[in-house]
């Protein structure tokens, strides 16, 4: 994509698919998103998110607390704040109270604190793979399995696995929070 270049953006719902797991009913929706420089043939960008819908009844999920931790060459300590949650936040657009207003965190959605945009954890990943290790992801795949709070530390590590890297991001409990697989360049 050239710098200054008009883009269109795209999102649609791919896929819409609903389990029932023993902490109850769950919906898995996958979003596409495609970034299209103008008069182009095809995309620049395609992305496809998939998030998950929990039943407001649902007890509470198993966490994973370890893995194989054998490898494990790079770590880093960061501590997401108020102002990165509202910097991140406004950069795309997103206005969810969950990830700015305190109260409503707490008091509506009965949250322990602000909780980190998932986007932002994958950031936090990728950009110490790139500025800590020097390596540049070439593509990556996500999973999130808990939120990460605002002003807790979250436990950064990377582990080779050859061209493979998986990053992971646990909460200040230990608890893996989301891992990604990255092939860098």
Known sequence: MPIGANLVRSSVIDKIEH??????????VTIRHELQVNDAASPAVVEKQTFVLLSSAGGA?????SDDNSNTR???IVTPDD?????????????????LDRGYARDVEG??????NGGLTTLLLTEFLRCDIGLVPKSLK???STPLYSGRPVALAAVS???????????DAGIIA????VEAQ
Request: hydrophobic fraction near 40%.
């Open 19 to 28: 389990k029932t797991v023993p902490s109850g009913p769950l919906a898995f």
């Open 61 to 65: 999920a198993k966490r994973e607390t």
């Open 74 to 76: 790079h770590t880093k």
């Open 83 to 99: 102002t990165m949650l509202f910097q991140y936040s406004a950069l795309g657009f997103n206005s969810h109270k969950i990830h």
């Open 111 to 116: 949250l322990p604190d602000l909780v980190v």
């Open 142 to 144: 996500a999973r999130y």
């Open 161 to 171: 696995d050859g061209a493979r890297w998986i990053l992971s991001a646990r909460d």
């Open 178 to 181: 989301a891992s990604v697989e």
